[in-house]
T-cell receptor
Framework: EAGVAQSPRYKIIEKRQSVAFWCNPI?????LYWYQQILGQGPKLLIQ????????DSQLPKDRFSAERLKGVDSTLKIQPAKLEDSAVYLC???????????????FGPGTRLTVT | SQQGEEDPQALSIQEGENATMNCSYK?????LQWYRQNSGRGLVHLIL?????REKHSGRLRVTLDTSKKSSSLLITASRAADTASYFC???????????FGQGTTLQVKP
């Protein structure tokens, strides 16, 4: 089966500019996650969707970050305006169901490496 | 917030040796998962162990879980140069399925 697709793979922007990332999960996967991974750290969950509804966005900086999953399939994550500390890899993952309850793992895309100058 | 703390932060071994990584966590969990990340790539799921399990095997991987000590270990036997990567533990708890990742262990296997 095709894996999780993300684009772009790399993006360089100046601070205060806006940027958007796109993710297409594995077909049929109900749950979609966006993570931020700062260099040298583990991924941190930003937002979790179940179909097209938000399950958890407690760590999403809502003053500048937004995400949507229209029609419950692909998703976009937007940052506006970007700050220097937003430089990180943004990972998208999907799972067939709620993986935290022990029913399965998450499948990760290759990530988008964002550099804010 | 990062629930898992991994030890060591970095590990360098020779090909053929065994590698052991440890993960400690703070709150009760439903399961604990281990992932591998090669440089510049996404994470790949390795193994999942449920809170009512104590040990699990998959190929050259052995995972143990001690819920009384809130700790887990990942053992890679007969390591290969291709095992060079960062390894992360992630804990799943609650009703949402949220995973919290540790800081990771960077493993270098020298040929």
């Amino acid at each position: 089966e095709a894996g999780v697709a993300q684009s772009p793979r790399y993006k360089i922007i100046e601070k205060r500019q806006s940027v958007a990332f796109w993710c297409n999960p594995i077909s049929g996967h109900a749950t979609l996650y966006w993570y931020q991974q700062i260099l040298g750290q583990g991924p941190k969950l930003l937002i979790q969707f179940q179909n097209n509804g938000v399950v958890d966005d407690s760590q999403l900086p809502k003053d500048r970050f937004s995400a949507e999953r229209l029609k419950g399939v692909d998703s976009t994550l937007k940052i506006q305006p970007a700050k220097l500390e937003d430089s990180a890899v943004y990972l998208c993952a999907s799972s067939p169901q709620n993986s935290g309850t022990g029913r399965g793992e998450q499948y990760f895309g290759p990530g988008t490496r964002l550099t804010v100058t | 917030s990062q629930q898992g703390e991994e030890d060591p932060q970095a590990l360098s071994i020779q090909e053929g040796e065994n590698a052991t990584m440890n993960c400690s966590y703070k709150t009760s969990i439903n399961n604990l998962q281990w992932y591998r990340q090669n440089s510049g790539r996404g994470l790949v799921h390795l193994i999942l162990i449920r809170s009512n399990e104590r040990e699990k095997h998959s190929g050259r991987l052995r995972v143990t879980l001690d819920t009384s000590k809130k700790s887990s270990s990942l053992l890679i036997t007969a390591s290969r140069a291709a095992d060079t990567a960062s390894y992360f533990c992630a804990t799943g708890s609650g009703n949402t399925g949220k995973l919290i990742f540790g800081q990771g262990t960077t493993l270098q296997v020298k040929p």
